[in-house]
């Protein structure tokens, strides 16, 4: 079994699959309480079951958020001697979108793209292809307009989704927080990412020339 990790948006997210079976999940918006939620969570979750492997959001997005469930889910790691990889939160919010379409029995948005909210009022953006889920472009940190600008999609998903509709006049609006999950739905490339941060953006501190 897989436990999922997800603390990278405003909800602690936790899930526990069986390949792409859904066992069990625990999901909460919590704002900025990760640190104090997510190991009793995982605890409840799990009930005395051991999982195999790991896989935990490296970002973007809340910098406590990634930094909380990346440290935890290395910690887990060493304890249980498991196999540890991580996914981007774009990534699972596109996934999310993929697997509802699919659930649903209807026909499948062919493309959705993501938009979080980052810093300095700038945008975390990135679109998604499906069937099979890929990403059409790179992750990139924008001005709203810029951003409308540089997206096309029609249908956009994510806390920075209003903002960005907004901004180009035209569009779908979903605001929708990450979960865990929907990991299920993510294709292997893309939930084999490297355990490490991804900060969407290059640091505000600059080194003294």
């Known amino acids: 079994m897989i ?10 997210s936790v899930a526990l699959l069986d390949g792409d079976v859904l066992v069990d999940e625990r999901h909460e918006r ?24 790991i896989l935990v959001d490296c970002g973007p997005g809340s910098f406590t958020g990634v930094r909380v469930g990346l440290a935890a889910a290395h910690g887990l790691r060493l304890g249980w001697e498991v196999p540890l990889s991580g996914y981007s939160s774009t990534a699972l919010l596109a996934a999310g979108v993929a697997g509802a379409a699919g659930a649903g029995g209807g026909e499948k948005a062919c493309e959705v793209g993501v938009a979080l909210v980052g810093g300095h009022g700038q945008l975390f953006v990135q679109s998604f292809a499906d069937d099979p889920l890929r ?30 509709v907004a901004a180009r006049g035209f569009g779908v609006a979903v605001e929708a927080d990450a979960r865990a999950a929907d990991a299920r739905f993510l294709p292997e490339p893309l939930r084999a990412l490297p355990p490490r941060p991804i900060y969407g953006r290059a640091p505000d501190a600059r080194p003294m020339a």
């Open 30 to 53: 919590v704002g900025r309480g990760h640190a104090e939620r997510l190991l009793p969570m995982i605890e409840a979750l799990l009930a005395g079951r051991r999982p195999g492997s």
């Open 3 to 12: 436990l999922v990790i997800e603390t990278a948006s405003p909800a602690c």
């Open 135 to 164: 990403p059409l472009d790179a992750l990139r940190s924008l001005l709203p307009e810029e951003a409308a600008a540089a997206m096309s999609v029609r249908r956009v998903i994510g806390s920075g989704a209003a903002a960005l």
